[in-house]
């Protein structure tokens, strides 16, 4: 009778003790290094987009309000235009009255 292979190293998928046992024969730091972030490239790409995002905010405040402004410029004109057409027709009607 043939022994039982548990672990088989020309199988990439294999799942035998030995491929545990190579597992955790690295050292820790390394295989933690490979799953962890690279935090200070991730902080300074935080800091960098909470920069970005503050001083598109800024540029978002200045340019509502501008909106804002033009938009009341714009309803002034259209009252002012909608005044002159209820006198233009006021006019009117008391020409043909006479």
């Given at each position: 009778?043939?022994?039982?292979?548990?672990?088989?190293?020309?199988?990439?998928?294999?799942?035998?003790?030995?491929?545990?046992?190579?597992l955790y024969s690295e050292k820790p730091?390394?295989?933690?290094?490979?799953?962890?972030?690279?935090?200070?490239?991730?902080?300074?790409?935080?800091?960098?987009?909470?920069?970005?995002?503050?001083?598109?905010?800024?540029?978002?405040?200045?340019?509502?309000?501008?909106?804002?402004?033009?938009?009341?410029?714009?309803?002034?004109?259209?009252?002012?235009?909608?005044?002159?057409?209820?006198?233009?027709?006021?006019?009117?009607?008391?020409?043909?009255?006479?």
């Amino acid at each position: 009778m043939k022994p039982i292979e548990t672990d088989r190293s020309d199988d990439p998928n294999s799942h035998g003790v030995g491929s545990f046992f190579r597992l955790y024969s690295e050292k820790p730091s390394a295989r933690r290094a490979e799953k962890l972030l690279p935090l200070t490239k991730w902080k300074a790409e935080r800091e960098t987009l909470n920069e970005d995002l503050q001083r598109l905010n800024s540029q978002h405040f200045a340019l509502k309000n501008e909106v804002g402004t033009v938009e009341k410029i714009r309803r002034n004109i259209t009252d002012i235009m909608q005044e002159q057409m209820r006198t233009r027709q006021r006019a009117k009607e008391n020409d043909m009255e006479l």
